[in-house]
């Protein structure tokens, strides 16, 4: 399994890299709405969605990200990307999910089981994570990588911290192999990144000081971008347990499906779009 899961970030890596570096807006928007499908497919199979219900939420997130990547209405350019206030609106409305309701929808414990709700949550959710990333790599691609970094060394640091030091379970009835002793793992290690990363603001396109405030809230939203990533993880481990599944599909041998992988991603790229557009200028 471990052979496996290496060969494939082998292959998948340098793939998506050559793809974030290489390919203009609208074609890096195209790549990225093909993996999100897939990814909708797999969130249409954890709400349990029948045939008729699957073919739809499915065929509306191909849909919509289609209109808004092509319909000249979207004022999607190249330059520039979509217009300011419709990425706030997408991403703020997903960001509000991610920080006031699925938080409480794992603390209460309650499984929701409501097929348009999961399908309302799934399209949303999916469809933000889809325009942050096109986004942030219209802006820069070296912007949207620094951002995804954030939850990549989260997520390695809380996996080997874990093991290492964990005692106290997180969450033992969703995922029982996450602890408290990984989370502040995932948070140490992405304070430091975090602080490494703020001589390179101005590059990035900020026009603010570099004072010792700024270095404090840049860290500040990073950490809060790592516990939604935590979140996102998981929401979809519950989502998985609800329908009895370990992954949420086969498609990455060695990995499971797109959603296994992108879990974190999802809360974490609509409120990191909205941190570069609002504070990078």
Known sequence: MLKTRIITALVLIPLTLAALFGLPPRAWGAVTLAVVVVAAAEWAELAALEKRGWLFFVGATLFTGCVLL??????????????????????????????LVAPAWLVSGRRVTSRPVLAIVGWLVLIATWVAVVALQTRSPGVL?????????????????????????????????????????????????????VPLAAAAGSTRPLDAVAAAMWVALALLLTGLSI???????????????????????????????????????????????????
């Open 70 to 99: 092509l319909d000249p209405a979207a004022g999607f350019t190249s330059e520039h990307g979509w217009p300011g206030p419709m990425v706030s609106w997408i991403c703020g409305a997903a960001t509000v999910f991610w920080l």
């Open 145 to 197: 990588l620094a951002m995804m970094a954030i939850v990549w060394i989260a997520d390695t640091a809380a996996y080997f911290t874990g093991r290492r030091f964990g005692r106290r379970k997180l969450a033992p009835s969703i995922s029982p192999g996450k602890t408290w002793e990984g989370v502040y793992g995932a948070l140490a290690a992405v304070a430091i990144y975090a602080l490494l990363l």
């Open 231 to 281: 979140i996102g993880d998981l929401f979809e481990s519950q989502l998985k347990r609800q329908r009895g599944v370990k992954d949420s599909g086969g498609i990455l041998p060695g990995h499971g499906g797109v959603l296994d992988r992108i879990d974190a991603l999802t809360a974490a790229m609509p409120p990191a779009a909205l941190i570069a557009h609002h504070l990078l200028g």
